[in-house]
């Protein structure tokens, strides 16, 4: 029923049978990790009950032109943000609102906007399908207003939400959708993936995408490689492992780079300490395999406490990403922190 997707065969069965039975819930909210078809699978299901498929998939945000449009929009005065929000159309009944501007983030104005359309009658067949995807990065504002919408939906509507985690929504959103888990792909699913595929270092890409098709699919193995030279030279130096004057010229590099996002930086850095504490604790298959030489004389030097209270420095400046802080400053706070312990 949902053609070229991949795993978490749970949940195409259960819409697969609500569709039988037209018995589609009003309010669906699929939830998982980045990458794992969350977006792709609410086009699949768009595309069995809207006329005119074809032209949902052009909606597609990893498609090169609408990267292009969403990193566009980042130098843009949020003045004209607003007055302009971002939405992608491409069907007349399917609609994507994804979220934008540097924080990236759903806005006021998008689900002011999403209110006023959905209201309109489809423009054939009997149903509009809206996509919200990211929902979990919904500022309150923003996230009160869509409650609106989801406690009187319009007969005709279908609301898709994505979220990577559905307890970062408001318990009254979650309590109006009907949810959906999102597992990691087995490494059969992932291997069937990648040969449909053809995708080029597949060894590597299964490894680095940990069950997420959408990753192994777009990761750019040079930015990646790039990104964890620096985040190892920062583990060597916070480990004492080197001093801080090797620190200091990659700081500096990280910093004038202002299209480098410091969010895929910490994703590289969960990498690499979820890889050292597999290597401390002699199980698992590690993701930066290619390097074990380095990661095993690190490890060496890491004892489970202070592994445990690195991750919990980086979750602290995850959690600062909205606030839009300065990477190098953080970075450098990092490594302080974990010299001192």
Do not use: C
Not at 24 to 43: N, V, Y
Not at 86 to 113: E, K, M, N, Y
Request: net charge positive; aromatic share 6%.
């Amino acid at each position: 029923m949902f053609e070229d997707f991949y795993g978490n065969a749970h949940v195409t069965a259960a819409l697969a049978h609500m569709l039988e039975h037209g018995r589609l819930a009003q309010t669906l909210l699929f939830s998982g990790a980045e990458g794992l078809g969350k977006a792709t699978l609410a086009r699949r299901l768009a595309a069995r009950i809207l006329p005119d498929p074809a032209r949902i998939e052009l909606d597609d945000l990893s498609l090169p032109a609408n990267l292009d449009i969403v990193a566009s929009r980042e130098k843009l005065a949020p003045d004209k943000r607003n007055d302009d929000p971002l939405l992608f159309a491409s069907h007349p009944d399917f609609v994507t609102f994804a979220p934008d501007g540097p924080l990236r983030q759903i806005s006021i104005q998008q689900t002011r906007l999403l209110k006023e359309r959905a209201q309109f009658l489809p423009n054939k067949g009997k149903r509009r399908v809206f996509l919200i995807d990211h929902v979990d990065r919904a500022n309150d504002q923003a996230a009160n207003s869509l409650l609106k919408t989801l406690e009187e939906p319009p007969p005709h509507l279908i609301l898709i939400l994505t979220a990577e985690n559905a307890y970062d929504l408001l318990p009254t959103i979650r309590s109006r959708a009907v949810p959906f888990q999102f597992a990691p792909l087995s490494k059969e699913e992932m291997t069937a993936f990648g040969k449909a595929r053809k995708l080029e270092h597949l060894e590597r890409r299964l490894a680095l995408a940990a069950g997420s098709p959408g990753l192994a699919l777009s990761i750019d193995l040079e930015d990646y490689d790039r990104r964890r030279a620096a985040m190892l030279v920062l583990l060597k130096v916070a480990a004492g492992a080197a001093p801080f004057s090797a620190w200091v010229p990659v700081s500096e590099a990280i910093g004038r780079t202002k299209s480098e996002k410091l969010e895929l930086h910490l994703k590289v850095l969960y990498d690499l300490l979820r890889d050292l504490l597999l290597i401390r604790e002699g199980t698992g298959d590690l993701r930066n395999v290619d390097i074990r030489p380095e990661l095993d004389a690190l490890a060496a030097r890491m004892p489970f406490p202070w592994i445990r209270k690195a991750v919990g420095q980086v979750d602290e400046i995850a959690r600062l990403l909205r606030r839009n802080i300065q990477k190098s400053i953080a970075l450098d706070s990092l490594i302080a922190q974990l010299r001192a312990a």
